[in-house]
């Protein structure tokens, strides 16, 4: 028996103790050995749950029980839950977690303490909810070089895109629904600003390039100023509109970024939508690779957190298992923003000449009308030229949509 105690019973945290306990059976024919909820930290009491006798406001019941060697941490939030994970994996116990800021902000760290204590740190619910993609990029891609990674990876925000754009409801509805799904975070700010694709973009760009950059560092933007008249323009021009971390090596240095952007209905990333994320993954060898499954809610996100549980179980007492590998980033090792260009979707007021003034700075590149604005897709162009392309045009900029 192996016992396992639960850092935080919200949404994900419950979900795992239900994986662990509704799926024991199947679990125990697939591990040979039975995997059991010891102790549950929160700062609340749960008197209806079937958990509730585990329930402990004391860390140190946790961290003092020999009986207890994996603990998985689902609080949220860079701190307790940054101390907790170090304090027990210098204690000798293992730590899975679905904290994305955690991993983003300290990964680097808290990876080579667990190498340190011959124990392991396994995030597989951090990036892309349910969806298995840490483990398939540190063991099933480690003969590839990684050319590039873009990923709709905001369950909130791609469930918040689908039925506002696609299906004309209200920000609003739809945020309270995203919320009631337990898809969105306990500020939603983090999601609808771009923050937690950004958290998972940096972690995507460590496994692949080596380098951890800090989130906060990189471009981000989120949805926030997306229309429909935006989703219109995109349909004009056989795309639709999503929200894309994207990380590339730009001369040898990492370029990570988050932002909308608008993707050919034949790229498969076209096609993700309500809570589902997609990731594309080019890989030197293997080409492109696509990871598809729910980016959030309760079940998903559990079912990849019992998944480290399990590869930690059915690898213990073994050496030389493979483990993630990546450093802090230096300042030397971020891409210059500046330089890197895409194509840009252009949307300007329409006017009687506004077909002539674009086609006098953008040639005869493609337009369309859609509704009281003008469109033009241009060819790649850094920040500062399309901000110089888009002002010489004279006339109103309504939206600029990078493409992918
Ligand atoms: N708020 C996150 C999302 C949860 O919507 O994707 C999963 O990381």
Do not use: W
Request: net charge negative; proline share 3%; with cysteine.
């Amino acid at each position: 028996m192996v016992n396992v105690a639960i850092l935080g019973f919200g949404v994900v945290g419950s979900g795992a103790a239900e994986v662990l306990t509704d799926n024991r059976r199947v679990i125990e024919k697939n591990l040979g050995k039975t995997v059991a909820v010891k102790r549950i930290l929160d700062l609340r009491d749960f008197p209806d749950s079937p958990f509730g006798a585990l329930v402990t406001h004391d860390f140190n019941d946790i961290l003092n029980d020999p009986e207890i060697s994996i603990v998985a941490e689902m609080m949220g939030g860079s701190h307790p839950a940054y101390d907790f994970t170090k304090a027990c994996l210098e204690a000798g116990k293992s730590v899975v977690t679905s904290n994305k800021e955690v991993v983003a902000n300290f990964g680097a760290e808290l990876l080579e303490l667990a190498a340190k204590n011959g124990v392991r740190y396994l995030f597989e619910a951090s990036v892309g909810g349910g969806i298995p993609i840490i483990r398939p990029m540190v063991n099933d891609l480690a003969s590839n070089e990684i050319i590039s990674v873009n990923g709709i990876l905001n369950g909130t925000t791609n469930y918040i895109l689908t039925k506002m754009l696609d299906e004309g409801a209200s920000y609003e509805d739809v945020l309270k629904d995203a919320q009631a799904k337990g898809y969105a975070e306990r500020n939603p700010a983090a999601d609808v600003e771009g923050l937690d694709a950004a958290r998972k973009i940096v972690i995507l760009a460590a496994l692949s390039f080596g380098k951890l950059l800090n989130p906060n560092k990189i471009y981000c933007e989120g949805i926030t100023k997306i229309s429909s008249e935006d989703a219109e323009t995109a349909k004009a021009f056989g795309c639709s509109v999503k929200l894309i971390g994207h990380t590339e090596l730009v001369d040898g240095k990492v370029l990570a970024m988050v932002s909308p952007r608008m993707i050919p209905c034949s790229n498969p990333l076209a096609g993700v939508s309500d809570v589902f994320n997609g990731i594309l993954v080019d890989a030197n060898m293997l080409g492109e690779c696509m990871f598809y499954g729910k980016g959030a809610g309760k079940p998903p996100t559990a079912s990849a957190v019992v998944a480290d549980i399990i590869d930690i179980v059915a690898h213990m007492g073994q050496d030389g298992v493979r483990a993630p590998k990546f450093e802090v980033a230096t300042d030397a090792d971020y891409a210059d923003f500046g330089a890197y260009a895409t194509k840009r979707c252009f949307s300007f007021a329409n006017t009687v000449d506004a077909a002539d003034k674009i086609h006098k700075v953008f040639g005869d590149a493609l337009t369309a009308v859609v509704g009281e604005r003008i469109a033009v897709i241009s060819e790649a162009l850094t920040e500062k030229d399309a901000a110089e392309a888009a002002a010489k045009v004279g006339l109103a900029l309504v939206s600029s949509i990078r493409m992918l």
